[in-house]
């Protein structure tokens, strides 16, 4: 269950844990986020937007719009790193938003839920489509295509889609 009653601040990184690791915050529709550029700030009518505040693990550095994912063999939010080639959408925990990780062990909030950012695979993503784990480039996602095969993997839809490593704009529901 996601709480909404909590200050946060979801552009922090930290090297101090700050909030229970797995905690989810529900952002309110129409929340307008002033600190994020002014082409992807929220729009009143995109609806609300989930967070997971994670743990990163040491030496990891994610950028904006990559996918993350639990660590291997883990059951819990602690150590996430960037998403592996072809990850099962069971693994997706969330979207950074926002550049996250460094040298240390650090903390910092995820997308789970909602209209956000990604970046697109190597082939480029095409609006209109489901978007699953990439199989080039980690952390970044593909579109299915629309294959009923690819669907069943997916986390999300692509908003706008983009070239390689282009950063682009979908509607996602992390399960991991």
Known sequence: ???????????????????????????????????????????????????IYVQIAAGQAITAGQAVIRAAATATYENCVV??????PERIVGLAQRTLGDAAVSYGWLLREGVGNYVADTGGTTADRPLIAGNAAAGALDDSGGTTTDSAKSIGWAI?????????????????
């Open 1 to 51: 269950m996601s709480d909404s009653n909590f200050a946060v601040d979801l552009g922090t990184l930290d090297t101090t844990q700050r909030h229970p690791i797995g905690q989810e915050y529900t952002e309110p529709t129409g929340f307008i986020d002033i600190s994020a550029p002014s082409a992807s700030r929220n729009a009143a009518s995109r609806g609300k937007r989930v967070w």
């Open 83 to 88: 998403s592996a080639l072809d990850s099962s």
């Open 160 to 176: 706008t889609g983009g070239a390689a490593t282009v950063v682009c704009q979908g509607r996602f529901r992390c399960r991991g």
